[in-house]
């Protein structure tokens, strides 16, 4: 399944807001897992977003050595982050509630 245009920045925000410092793969994973393998965000789309993000404040990234032993780079959600993430959630909120005037969810009924 394909991700709604502006939806990325969401769910990697959604995925940072445990506390938890994450790399790019722990993402996707973190994603693929909570959508029951539904979707997958790929490489060339996750990195940009992340970079995006960091460039704006909202994450802060720093090395690590992943489970695996290898060297990646950890994101972290700022206060600016968190209040990114809010503001994300009260827009998705308000979007899916307008759709789902549209959108019937019995549509033989009418």
């Known amino acids: 399944m394909e991700l709604l245009r502006g939806t990325l ?19 996707q994973e973190w994603l693929r897992e909570l959508s029951d393998g539904e979707f997958s965000v790929d490489e060339g789309a996750l990195y940009p977003a992340l970079y995006r993000m960091r460039d704006r404040g909202w994450l802060t990234s720093e090395w690590g050595v992943s489970e695996k032993g290898r060297r990646a780079r950890y994101y972290e959600l700022t206060a600016s982050g968190r209040e990114a993430l809010e503001s994300e959630r ?15 969810t019995d549509p033989a009924a009418g």
């Open 90 to 104: 009260a827009r998705w909120h308000s979007y899916a509630s307008l759709m789902s005037r549209f959108v019937r």
């Open 9 to 27: 920045d969401l769910l990697v925000l959604e995925a940072l807001s445990t506390g938890e410092a994450l790399h790019g793969f722990a993402i």
